[in-house]
């Protein structure tokens, strides 16, 4: 009686690949294509106005920096969350008053609410009664002015 089970196929050994990363051939396909596009001109790839969301991290960053500048010595264990606040407070601020980006668009960029920002703009205007806050916060906004600008750095719809 014959065996009802079905044969095995007969086993082939192929040659070991060399080893890539997963979807390494359609990122160099994609690449190749773009910069094709891109030195051809007929794609157009600069952006002429910085999003709401690359403007606020920039001056989130900026604020960080200043700080790290200003202070005398390096926060203890206890002390890192309330200056991570107070830059974030600091730099929506600086968003709203000095670059006039609205709340809403200023929340979504930060990922809070359009109220949490208008707590944080209390807070700083609150703040700057101190004359050394008073004179940092006015620094940022020098800085952050010279670098987009004063008007029509971002498109408001």
């Known amino acids: 009686m014959p065996d009802s089970r079905p044969?095995?196929?007969?086993?082939r050994?192929?040659?070991p690949r060399p080893f890539r990363p997963h979807g390494t051939g359609r990122l160099r396909a994609r690449r190749s294509r773009l910069l094709a596009l891109a030195f051809s001109g007929a794609g157009v790839f600069h952006r002429s106005e910085p999003t709401p969301r690359?403007?606020?991290?920039?001056?989130?960053?900026?604020v960080a920096e200043l700080l790290l500048l200003s202070s005398?010595?390096?926060?203890?264990r206890r002390e890192r969350r309330r200056p991570a606040a107070h830059v974030r407070q600091i730099a929506m601020y600086v968003c709203?008053?000095?670059l006039q980006i609205p709340l809403a668009e200023i929340g979504a960029a930060f990922g809070r609410d359009r109220t949490t920002v208008g707590h944080a703009c209390n807070v700083v205007e609150d703040r700057r009664e101190d004359r050394a806050f008073d004179d940092f916060v006015a620094t940022v906004e020098r800085?952050?002015?010279?670098?987009?600008?004063?008007t029509g750095v971002i498109d408001h719809e």
Do not use: D, K
């Open 7 to 11: 044969s095995a196929a007969p086993t």
């Open 13 to 15: 050994r192929r040659t």
């Open 54 to 62: 690359s403007v606020c991290r920039i001056v989130r960053q900026l």
């Open 72 to 76: 005398e010595r390096a926060p203890g």
């Open 96 to 98: 709203h008053v000095a």
């Open 143 to 150: 800085i952050t002015l010279a670098v987009f600008g004063t």
